[in-house]
Every structure is written in structure tokens, then in C-alpha cells.
T-cell receptor, first 116, second 114 residues
Framework: AQSVTQLGSHVSVSEGALVLLRCNYS??????LFWYVQYPNQGLQLLLK??????LVKGINGFEAEFKKSETSFHLTKPSAHMRDAAEYFC??????????????FGQGTILTVHP | ETGVTQSPTHLIKTRGQQVTLRCSSQ?????VSWYQQALGQGPQFIFQ???????GRGNFPPRFSGLQFPNYSSELNVNALELDDSALYLC?????????????FGPGTRLTVL
């Protein structure tokens, strides 16, 4: 079964600092991977997606993620954090087979706090 | 282009009752997926509907059921509510075969079971 692990339930950075949110997935061929952001009391907004094209994926709001097959990782980064980036971030993998076809498997989430 | 909408926004029920949540898919999307997000956790897949039939199901009991209508909108029904059913219920729409499997989420319905 597909699984997604996000290392670190809470990450705290200063405004202007590098943001790094970690995500590892269980091996699946081909993986479709996503990062979503969730602001308080809201639904999920897609930040970016990997669909087996370029391994470095650029998303909205200055975020990007690199797919590394050898490490089964899809870490999310942003060079300079802004206060508005404070939210919860979820990594997800798409299940392309079996009885749970169409299912997105989510990680546990990482809450990003940005300090002034 | 209209995004995914859900109703109601909030709902309070008591244990043992039944509840129906509604979702309208984004324009042009024919597939609806439902997720349960308990407090402090990631969303968990409940099931997916495509062409009015269940097209995949997660690890949820039969008292969680759904419908999809010809206009692709969908309902999630939960019978015999339990306290642990308290969660944010998210609906997502998509169109399989577009090559990216992207799902677009609604704002969710917050269900509280007392």
C-alpha cells in the first residue's frame, strides 16, 4: 500500500529564512506526488505536483519541490519565508491501482510557523 | 469557472443520528472523492464516485455511503453517527485521464458529533 511520511510535525523559521518541509513516499511506479497547503478553517490548495516530467517542480507562491527517486523523497522548499506562508502543508501520493484507485494518500502534515 | 462547493459549512449532530453532506464538483469534472480529516491529521480517503458509481473505497465502514448525480454533484451519508466521526469532511473533484490526477478540493464541512 502507498504511504507518505512527513518528517517533522512542526517547523519554525524566521521571516526571510529557507523553508524545507520533508516528504518521503513508498515506492510506486509511477508515483504522482503533490504538495497541498491548508490555511486555518479552509480546504486544501494545490501548491505543486510531480507527474514524471521534470524532477524539479515549481509551484505557486515561490515554492518548489524536487523528486528524488533514489531517496524516495519529494521535499518542499522556498528560499525566503514570508509571514503569509504560515499554514499546514500536506504531501500526498496518488494511488493508481487496486481497490483504492483514485485515492490520494496524505502525510500527517507539517505546521509551518514563521517568526518576524 | 466555478470551483468545488460544499454544504453545509458546519453541522452539529448527536450520536446515533444520520447526516448528509453535499458537494458540487468543479465545472467540467466528472469524478468526486470524499476525505475525512480528523483534528491534527491528514485527510483519509473515504471513497470516490465516477459516472454515478463507487469507483474506489478506503477503510471506512458501510455506514459511510455516497451518491453521485447525473450533474456530477455528490452526497456523503453517514448513519449511526459516532463521536469519532467528528471531523472536517472534504470533497474533491477531478477528471481522470488528463494525465495529472489532480484533485481540486472544496472548503469542507465541519461535523461535530456530541
Amino acid at each position: 500500500a502507498q504511504s507518505v511520511t512527513q518528517l517533522g510535525s512542526h517547523v519554525s523559521v524566521s521571516e526571510g529564512a529557507l523553508v524545507l518541509l520533508r516528504c518521503n513516499y513508498s515506492s510506486s511506479v509511477p508515483p504522482y506526488l503533490f504538495w497541498y497547503v491548508q490555511y486555518p478553517n479552509q480546504g486544501l490548495q494545490l501548491l505543486l505536483k510531480y507527474t514524471s516530467a521534470a524532477t524539479l517542480v515549481k509551484g505557486i507562491n515561490g515554492f518548489e519541490a524536487e523528486f528524488k527517486k533514489s531517496e524516495t523523497s519529494f521535499h518542499l522548499t522556498k528560499p525566503s519565508a514570508h509571514m503569509r506562508d504560515a499554514a499546514e502543508y500536506f504531501c500526498a501520493a496518488f494511488n493508481a491501482g487496486g481497490t483504492s484507485y483514485g485515492k490520494l494518500t496524505f502525510g500527517q502534515g507539517t505546521i509551518l510557523t514563521v517568526h518576524p | 469557472e466555478t470551483g468545488v462547493t460544499q454544504s453545509p459549512t458546519h453541522l452539529i449532530k448527536t450520536r446515533g443520528q444520520q447526516v448528509t453532506l453535499r458537494c458540487s464538483s468543479q465545472s467540467g469534472h466528472n469524478t468526486v472523492s470524499w476525505y475525512q480529516q480528523a483534528l491534527g491529521q491528514g485527510p483519509q480517503f473515504i471513497f470516490q464516485y465516477y459516472r454515478e458509481e463507487e469507483n474506489g473505497r478506503g477503510n471506512f465502514p458501510p455506514r459511510f455511503s455516497g451518491l453521485q448525480f447525473p450533474n456530477y454533484s455528490s452526497e456523503l451519508n453517514v448513519n449511526a453517527l459516532e463521536l469519532d466521526d467528528s471531523a472536517l469532511y472534504l470533497c474533491a473533484s477531478s477528471t481522470p485521464g488528463q494525465g495529472n490526477n489532480e484533485q481540486f478540493f472544496g472548503p469542507g464541512t465541519r461535523l461535530t458529533v456530541l
